[in-house]
């Protein structure tokens, strides 16, 4: 893989590489593909861990409701509220936006099968997970237990807060036992897809059927106050259409 130390390789400008470019990516032919019952047993638990409101959708709302379906139990961990999203938005003061972003959040993961107790929120502040990631390591490494499938973004995802989440996510696992596996969110964007950029190897592949697709898609739709516009600044919204047809795929990505 090239250098991402720095950072400096994975800056979120424009409208990135396309879901089309991405056709080209080696990860869809060498990737193994598993089923959610493959991937994990229904007496474990998924465990996926969202810097912000929105990102457990994006990143495996169709594992989300493939393991309901198979009776696997699930919890979501909100690391923020996601209030940092519209910077001087009058429409979009930040209490009121966390408060909108938690109800979203909970209307998408009825959709996918999951209830309000099934989610549990950290508070920590929305753009300083990074400051905040050791705390993350202990509250997550108290939440953890040995035979969970832990999902959280990948760590170079190119957003500060889904890095360090990665990071912390990784670290909480290994102390625990768990397994942990990361899915590109931003990545999808800054990545080149005719680069190592975004590694093709130890790739898995989650197919989703009809029901589970849907689901996602109709989950993503929750997030209206990412999906739209903000007229009081001016600003595009957060989530443009060309970002949701890289983020909505009927197949979901992971990466060890």
């Given at each position: 893989?090239?250098d991402?130390?720095?950072?400096a ?16 990516w ?11 019952a ?16 929105d ?5 495996a ?8 379906r198979q009776?696997t ?17 009058r ?11 938690q ?9 996918l099968g ?6 549990v929120?950290l ?19 108290g939440?953890l ?19 360090s989440?990665a990071?912390?996510?990784?670290q ?5 036992g ?17 680069t ?45 259409d ?8 009927p ?5 060890a």
């Open positions: 893989m090239s991402l130390a720095t950072g390789d994975r800056q979120i400008r424009g409208e990135g590489s396309s879901d089309q470019d991405w056709l080209r080696s990860g869809w032919q060498i990737g193994i593909e598993r089923s959610a493959q991937l994990i047993a229904p007496s474990q638990r998924l465990v996926v861990i969202a810097p912000h409101p990102d457990e959708v994006l990143a709302g169709g594992l989300i409701q493939l393991a309901v009776r139990p699930v919890l979501v961990i909100g690391v923020t509220g996601g209030g940092a999203s519209h910077p001087g938005s429409r979009w003061p930040a209490d009121r936006l966390v408060a909108t972003r109800r979203e959040r909970l209307q998408a993961l009825q959709i999951l209830a309000r107790t099934d989610v929120d508070d920590l502040p929305d753009g300083g997970v990074s400051a905040a990631e050791g705390l993350l390591v202990d509250q997550l490494t939440l237990r040995p035979s969970d499938l832990v999902i959280s973004p990948w760590r170079y995802d190119g957003h500060p807060d889904h890095e989440t990071v912390a996510a990784g909480a696992a290994g102390t625990c768990a397994r942990h596996l990361q899915a590109p969110i931003w990545g999808w964007h800054w990545a080149d897809p005719d190592d950029q975004l590694p093709a190897t130890g790739v898995t592949l989650i197919q989703l059927d009809g029901p589970a697709h849907t689901a996602k898609r109709q989950a993503i739709d929750c997030f209206a106050s990412q999906l739209q516009p903000d007229p009081s600044t001016g600003a595009a919204a957060i989530l443009p060309w970002a949701i047809r890289r983020l909505s795929r197949v979901e990505v992971l990466l």
